[in-house]
Nanobody
């Protein structure tokens, strides 16, 4: 399964970006999807996840209420709408796919496939 993340860029604090992740998965509904990020000098951290049917979503406390994860199973894509961006959101964002059932969606070890990452930079 190949994942291709896009949509990153430079935005001012308070602005919005929408990340997309296109997949080659022929059985997209087999996978729960997640977004992680890694800032310079920091560990990779969980951002958001969504189950195969979209019934359940999970968010890191740092982004709850500002970010929204969604998926389109017909188009085999997952998106991350990021609003009210803060400088501390600056990072490389990665999408990931984990085979169902994803018992711990916040754990990066549970994801099997990863995209290449897209840079998000939020200026103050």
């Amino acid at each position: 399964v190949q994942l291709q993340a896009s949509g990153g860029g430079l935005v001012q604090a308070g602005g919005s970006l929408r990340l997309s992740c296109a997949t080659s998965a022929r059985t997209f509904i087999t996978y729960s999807m997640g977004w992680f990020r890694q800032a310079p000098g920091k560990e990779q951290e969980f951002v958001a996840a969504i189950t195969w049917n979209g019934d359940s979503t999970y968010y890191a406390d740092a982004v709850k209420g500002r970010f929204t994860i969604s998926r389109d199973n017909a188009k085999t894509t997952v998106s991350l709408q990021m609003d009210t961006l803060k400088p501390e959101d600056t990072a490389v964002y990665y999408c990931a796919a984990g085979v169902n059932p994803l018992i711990r969606p916040t754990s990066k070890e549970k994801y099997t496939y990863w995209g290449q990452g897209t840079q998000v930079t939020v200026s103050s």
